[in-house]
């Protein structure tokens, strides 16, 4: 069995067969489900999954693209008051992007850096997302602390060297699509260095379809391609490093099921 920790299973491209999507997870050998909210309008529909089926669990937060929308102290304290819904399992996606130009640099950090204390209040994983941003995300994650907490560095796409850092402060590597294309030299590097415990598997669903789906919109069932490359890495079996990382998978985000 196989855990998808990061999809958007919420977004308006599976309205149309939202429900034979996650039914293929499911006869793909997918158990458990991550669904990510990450702004004013996914928040509420990633918790609306979360609270219809039994294997989808919620992580919830405000990602950097929409940092200049969030209204802070109103927004903190209603991701707090679901953090304590049990399906709720870490706080993000949270982290900086710094190619999309949508939020300033200071208000990203200053969300950024109030997400990370709110997760050590509540002793919830976080969940990262870098986008070109690799050396101010290791900075602030030191400075605040984060590896009090640990969680997921979501769709990894830095260096051997920077999953290093994330490593030594108490992070989980995850490794999607990506690492499936033809011409991915770094990422296979990157998931070759990784200790096998810590290594975690997602799509992004629907974003970053694994080889041979590269281009076209993703779906849960696909962690399990990249669960074969991942194996074919690793030199182990597909029955092995799907274990591995399931039980990585439940014990960074203390999942029950």
Same mark, same amino acid.
């Given at each position: 069995?196989?855990?998808?920790?990061?999809?958007?299973?919420?977004?308006?491209?599976?309205?149309?067969?939202?429900?034979?999507?996650?039914?293929?997870?499911?006869?793909?050998?997918?158990?458990?489900?991550?669904?990510?909210?990450?702004?004013?309008?996914?928040?509420?529909?990633?918790?609306?999954?979360?609270?219809?089926?039994?294997?989808?669990?919620?992580?919830?937060?405000?990602?950097?693209?929409?940092?200049?929308?969030?209204?802070?102290?109103?927004?903190?304290?209603?991701?707090?008051?679901?953090?304590?819904?049990?399906?709720?399992?870490?706080?993000?996606?949270?982290?900086?992007?710094?190619?999309?130009?949508?939020?300033?640099?200071?208000?990203?950090?200053?969300?950024?850096?109030?997400?990370?204390?709110?997760?050590?209040?509540?002793?919830?994983?976080?969940?990262?997302?870098?986008?070109?941003?690799?050396?101010?995300? +290791?900075?602030?994650?030191? !400075?605040?602390? $984060? /590896?009090?907490? %640990?969680?997921?560095?979501?769709?990894? *796409?830095?260096?051997?060297?920077?999953?290093?850092?994330?490593?030594?402060?108490?992070?989980?590597?995850?490794?999607?699509?990506?690492?499936?294309?033809?011409?991915?030299?770094?990422?296979?590097?990157?998931?070759?260095?990784?200790?096998?415990?810590?290594?975690?598997?997602?799509?992004?669903?629907?974003?970053?379809?694994?080889?041979?789906?590269?281009?076209?919109?993703?779906?849960?069932?696909? +962690?399990?391609?990249?669960? !074969?490359?991942? $194996? /074919?890495?690793? %030199?182990?079996?597909?029955?092995?490093? *799907?274990?591995?990382?399931?039980?990585?998978?439940?014990?960074?985000?203390?999942?029950?099921?």
């Amino acid at each position: 069995m196989l855990i998808d920790t990061h999809a958007h299973l919420d977004s308006p491209k599976f309205d149309n067969d939202r429900e034979e999507v996650i039914s293929r997870a499911l006869e793909a050998g997918i158990d458990t489900i991550v669904n990510i909210g990450f702004n004013r309008e996914t928040i509420p529909t990633t918790m609306a999954l979360a609270e219809k089926y039994p294997f989808i669990y919620a992580a919830v937060g405000w990602h950097p693209t929409d940092a200049i929308d969030m209204r802070l102290e109103e927004d903190l304290a209603w991701i707090e008051r679901l953090c304590n819904h049990p399906k709720v399992v870490a706080i993000g996606e949270i982290g900086l992007d710094y190619y999309w130009d949508t939020s300033p640099k200071d208000i990203q950090h200053t969300v950024f850096r109030e997400q990370i204390r709110l997760a050590r209040r509540l002793n919830k994983p976080i969940v990262i997302h870098n986008r070109d941003a690799h050396e101010d995300i +290791v900075k602030i994650l030191k !400075e605040e602390k $984060a /590896e009090e907490v %640990g969680g997921i560095m979501h769709c990894f *796409s830095g260096s051997p060297e920077t999953a290093k850092k994330c490593l030594d402060m108490n992070f989980y590597i995850s490794f999607g699509g990506p690492v499936t294309f033809k011409n991915a030299r770094v990422p296979k590097e990157v998931m070759a260095q990784v200790p096998l415990d810590r290594i975690l598997l997602e799509t992004d669903a629907p974003y970053l379809a694994p080889h041979p789906h590269r281009g076209q919109r993703n779906e849960s069932a696909y +962690v399990r391609l990249v669960a !074969e490359t991942a $194996a /074919e890495i690793k %030199g182990i079996s597909l029955e092995e490093l *799907s274990d591995i990382t399931s039980k990585n998978g439940r014990r960074c985000l203390s999942l029950t099921r």
